[in-house]
């Protein structure tokens, strides 16, 4: 039977997360918001019109959204000719595709920005489908990202495994049905990540890469 290995990427796969921070945190000073970046971080990975809602609530002008949003797009996209994969990302992907694992990615990015990522990962030959945003109506930490990946792939819940980075990527797992595994590398504490539903946490691709034979992905 086939197995699906479906990976969130920014933080995951490739080392954006604070990137992201940083641009996000401009583009809110920019608008006059002053907001502390380890706030910032905490919400990043999720889509950004709930990105802004989490960290500037219901009182914002939410008609400036779409602005912030903009702001911070421009931002991050000074850096798509450099984002760095994470150690042993590509690696990882090409041996799973290589063990008969159907390769998903599932991301909040989309246009340039997932063909900058897909560039940095260079692993195009081990991914079997991408789902982005621009497929879902709704982000993680709903599960329809990950359901809309396992729909790509074919394959059923209890035959793949979700790798997250964030509480939002594991929460998206465990109410798809998936078994998650977290990944230290973009940030997050590894309890945080237990507690969101990671049954396994590693501390990036390499080190998943190197367990692979006692990890959910064996």
């Known amino acids: 039977m086939e197995r699906a290995a479906v990976f969130d990427v920014d933080g995951t796969l490739v080392d954006t997360n604070h990137l992201h921070v940083v641009s996000w945190w401009e583009a809110l000073r920019q608008a006059g918001h002053r907001v502390p970046m380890h706030a910032v971080h905490r919400a990043v990975g999720l889509p950004s019109t709930d990105l802004v809602a989490h960290l500037l609530g219901d009182d914002r002008d939410p008609e400036q959204d779409g602005k912030l949003s903009a702001a911070h797009k421009a931002l ?4 798509f000719d450099r984002l760095p994969a994470l150690p042993g990302a590509g ?9 008969g694992w159907k390769v998903v990615l599932a991301t909040s990015a989309s246009g340039a920005e997932l063909s900058a990522l897909r560039r940095a990962l260079d692993a195009d030959d081990a991914i079997t489908a991408t789902a982005s945003a621009d497929d879902v109506e709704e982000g993680k930490p709903s599960p329809e990202p990950v359901r809309h990946a396992l729909d790509l792939a074919g394959v059923p819940a209890e035959r793949a495994v979700f790798v997250g980075d964030t509480v939002w990527d594991m929460r998206a797992g465990s109410r798809a049905g998936v078994r998650c595994v977290g990944v230290l590398c973009g940030g997050v504490p590894r309890a945080d990540l237990e507690e969101a539903g990671a049954d396994h946490v590693y501390a990036d691709p390499a080190d998943l890469l190197a367990s692979l034979p006692d990890s959910p992905l064996a």
């Open 76 to 79: 991050y996209g000074q850096y």
């Open 91 to 99: 690696e990882l992907l090409r041996r799973l595709h290589g063990d």
